[in-house]
């Protein structure tokens, strides 16, 4: 896929319509550095966006706020396509977006016009979603990835025809929403699968209320010291004492430590201030304290949205 919003739309509602249309392909992100070329058959698609609909209440035009070459965006457009002359509207952002749409009075104000505010791609903050709900806005937060035609889990349950199974804390996918294999990469695809089950990045578990929790991804855990530091769950709680301040946790290679543990924090008002004590306070067990402290006006995103991860490992390591 490439091209700008109008012109991919008019792609798929010929693809849509086409007699035996070939796969789209998309490219990931890349967030870990290595993009991949995902092959999405118009059957895997077309599953996709009509669970969706169904699980929302009803198809609906969807309005546009991410890149449209990267299968969220992707999927926005084809969900239009899908839904035809429908009254309902639906909205599709990365958490990082929604934290700063709340900053502002008159966007919250549209966010509330909508049926349902779809958040995915990274971690939500709990404390950001209460925030939201607060204020009217209909949070539907959703988990999934290129290889699944986007989200296919929504607020912690599988779309119809999705199953979700976690096996040593890790996350594993089947279903008709499963993409077609990696181009040209047929090594690559034959290792994400595991009899017929996509073996996810991600690690999760099973909630008490029978709901999907990621607890995040199987590469952002830091070994510092011998313990096993996990990124997400470090981030998790400094955000929520600053009141949903973008934070991301990463490892960089430490003499002493093998990997030392570093929390990149936004500076927002009063918060530019905050001290490496003060973080290393908020965090039980305290082997998974940071013990660096770097702050930046702005986490690097990829132009998805999503933190750059690779760039801000090297921000941390510089610094």
């Known amino acids: 896929m490439s091209g700008d919003a109008a012109g ?5 509602r010929e693809w849509d319509a086409a007699e035996d249309p070939r796969p789209l392909v998309i490219e990931t992100s890349g967030s870990t550095g290595q993009p991949k070329r ?11 966006a009509d ?3 169904l699980r929302l209440g009803g198809p609906g035009q969807w309005a546009l706020n991410l890149p449209p070459t990267y299968v969220a965006g992707v999927q926005v457009l084809f969900r239009t396509v899908r839904a035809g002359a429908a009254s309902r509207r639906y909205y599709s952002a990365v958490p990082t977006q929604l934290v700063r749409l709340l900053r502002h009075d008159d966007e919250v104000e549209k966010l509330r016009a909508f049926d349902a505010v779809l958040i995915g791609g990274a971690s939500l903050r709990a404390e950001v979603r209460r925030e939201a709900e607060r204020r009217g806005v209909r949070i539907v937060q959703t988990y999934g990835m290129s290889e699944t035609c986007g989200g296919c889990v929504y607020d912690g349950e599988p779309l119809d025809g999705v199953e979700v199974r976690i096996e040593d804390d890790q996350v594993l996918v089947r279903g008709p929403v499963l993409f077609d294999g990696y181009e040209g990469e047929p090594e690559r695809t034959a290792a994400a699968f595991a009899d017929g089950w996509l073996v996810t990045s991600d690690l999760g578990h099973w909630a008490e209320d029978g709901r999907l929790r990621i607890d995040g991804r199987a590469d952002d855990v830091i070994i510092s010291g011998g313990v096993k530091v996990p990124a997400q769950s470090v981030a998790d709680a400094i955000s929520r004492d ?7 946790v990463v490892g960089v290679e ?4 093998g990997e030392r543990v570093v929390a990149v924090v ?4 009063s918060r530019s201030s905050v001290s490496l004590d003060y973080l290393r306070n908020l965090i039980e067990p305290r082997a998974w304290a940071p013990r660096q402290l770097v702050m930046v006006q702005q986490l ?3 132009p998805n949205g999503k933190p750059d991860r690779v760039a801000i490992k090297k921000l941390a390591a510089d610094a």
Do not use: N, Y
């Open 51 to 53: 669970a969706t609909h």
């Open 300 to 302: 690097p995103l990829l």
């Open 242 to 248: 600053l009141k949903g301040t973008p934070v991301a």
């Open 254 to 257: 430490d003499p002493e430590w």
């Open 38 to 48: 995902v092959m999405l058959s118009r059957e895997a698609m077309r599953v996709s």
């Open 8 to 12: 991919i739309l008019a792609l798929l």
């Open 266 to 269: 936004e500076v927002i008002g």
